[in-house]
């Protein structure tokens, strides 16, 4: 059972325009959502985090948006840059007593010059 | 970039055989993980530790064990590998609980394992 999951494998945005990356969870008590981005043979490295208590977190470029009720998540990238062509993952977790994360299966996003 | 060592990098093998990947972590944190990465399912928990000597099971733990004797290496084996455990393998640490306001969590580069 996928807890957490993004139903777009892939994504192509043009340069200079908004990416919209979308996260969907099932399980309620999650309350710490983060998302990471992987460049081919490399890690997946933290990007941006929001906590439920929160329905926006803005870094730079980059905005969460949490809709609890909806239990949708979405990662806005704007302006769009080729240095942002890689996979995003979203992933959840509990906070109390967490110790892991549950991750989505990945979005590839490219952008086109 | 936290210090995590994955070794090896690469590895191809044959159904049956035993497999053992090692994370070395020069950042002395307390958390570390393994999971792995394919195709249409992301990244999912293979085992964490918590300590030394003090593991548990993530969600796809069968036919993997794990060992922690000392702070900075955390072993993954595969006692009779299979073609299904074919992935690309990432560990991964944190000081502290991944919560808004401590932890973060650190991947290594991965470990590409073929088994045929």
């Known amino acids: 059972d996928q807890q957490v999951k993004q139903n777009s494998p892939s994504l192509s945005v043009q340069e200079g325009r908004i990416s919209i990356l979308n996260c969907d969870y099932t399980?309620?008590?999650?309350?710490?959502f983060l998302w990471y981005k992987k460049y081919p043979a490399e890690g997946p490295t933290f990007l941006i985090s929001?906590?439920?208590?929160?329905d926006k977190n803005e870094d730079g470029r980059f905005t969460v948006f949490l809709n609890k009720s909806a239990k949708h998540l979405s990662l806005h990238i704007v302006p769009s840059q080729p240095g942002d062509s890689a996979v995003y993952f979203c992933?959840?977790?509990?906070?109390?007593?967490?110790?892991?994360?549950?991750f989505g299966q990945g979005t590839r996003l490219t952008i086109n010059p | 970039d936290a210090g995590i060592t994955q070794s090896p990098r690469h590895k191809v093998t044959e159904t049956g055989t035993p497999v053992t990947l090692r994370c070395h972590q020069t950042?002395?944190?307390?958390?570390m993980y393994w999971y792995r990465q394919d195709p249409g399912h992301g990244l999912r928990l293979i085992h964490y530790?918590?300590?030394?000597?003090?593991?548990d099971k993530g969600e796809v733990s069968d036919g993997y064990s794990v060992s922690r004797s000392k702070t900075e290496d955390f072993l993954l084996t595969l006692e009779s590998a299979t073609s299904s455990q074919t992935s690309v393998y990432f560990c991964?640490?944190?000081?502290?609980?991944?919560?808004?306001?401590?932890?973060?969590?650190?991947f290594g580069e991965g470990s590409r394992l073929t088994v045929l």
């Open positions: 991964a640490i944190s000081q502290t609980v991944i919560t808004p306001n401590t932890g973060e969590l650190f």
């Open positions: 399980n309620s008590m999650f309350d710490y």
């Open positions: 929001i906590s439920s208590i929160k």
């Open positions: 992933a959840a977790s509990v906070i109390q007593g967490a110790q892991k994360l549950v």
């Open positions: 950042e002395n944190h307390r958390y």
């Open positions: 530790s918590y300590g030394v000597k003090d593991t």
